[in-house]
């Protein structure tokens, strides 16, 4: 098994690209997350998900959107890229209440 | 809401030397606490977990936490590091109540640098 598979890894985007960050589970857990990682901040919630159809919006949501159209995916959608958002995400998944989080590598955003 | 508080930020230590990690939350309702570890360039590890019962949880590799209710603390230690124990760690938080908004909320971390 997988688990919970991020692409790319890296990446370089111009201000103003647009671009979507792959998640994909195959733990078949309801709840999914993103997450950014900033050096010294810890991991901020952007986005997350409690089943297929349902999204909800996290501590720093500006400038990010999700879907959530399969129990498997969770693509992060960045529209207008910024310096600002450039950080490191995470995926994430959990089977649900008292259960701990499994997390993807993360994908290295760079904005220039 | 919850919070987190990881008291150092960085915490440098000898080989085979004691450590102890601080984590404090906040939180009106009852948590379920957790410690993470990630290594370089990976992703978050889980390194144990505190749901109910015993306030002494052990994990992996070694370490151990223990759960204060009325410090409402929950500090991870080891007591005898190795140099693959450098890494940065993570407290986290999440709430115990119905509803379906299950999620972790997270400290800022604690790099952990363990020295020969």
């Known amino acids: 098994n997988a688990g919970v598979t991020q692409t790319p890894k890296f990446r370089i985007l111009k201000i103003g690209q647009s671009m979507t960050l792959q998640c994909t589970q195959d733990m078949n857990h309801n709840y999914m997350y993103w997450y950014r990682q900033d050096p010294g901040m810890g991991l901020k919630l952007i986005y997350y998900s409690v089943g297929a159809g349902i999204t909800d919006k996290g501590e720093v949501p500006n400038g990010y959107n999700v879907s959530r159209s399969t129990t498997e995916d969770f693509p992060l959608r960045l529209e207008l890229a910024a310096p600002s958002q450039t950080s490191v995400y995470f995926c994430a998944n959990t089977r649900g209440f008292g259960t701990e989080a499994f997390f993807g590598q993360g994908t290295r955003l760079t904005v220039v | 809401a919850q919070s987190v508080t990881q008291l150092d930020s960085q915490v440098p230590v000898f080989e085979e030397a004691p450590v102890e990690l601080r984590c404090n939350y906040s939180s009106s309702v009852s948590v379920y606490l957790f410690w993470y570890v990630q290594y370089p360039n990976q992703g978050l590890q889980l390194l144990l977990k505190?749901?109910?019962?015993?306030?002494l949880v052990k994990g992996i590799n070694g370490f151990e936490a223990e759960f204060n209710k009325s410090q409402t603390s929950f500090h991870l230690r080891k007591p005898s590091v190795h140099i693959s124990d450098t890494a940065e760690y993570f407290c986290a938080v999440a709430l115990i109540r119905g509803g379906s908004n299950y999620k972790l909320t997270f400290g800022k971390g604690t790099l952990l640098t363990v020295n020969p």
């Open positions: 505190y749901l109910s019962g015993s306030t």
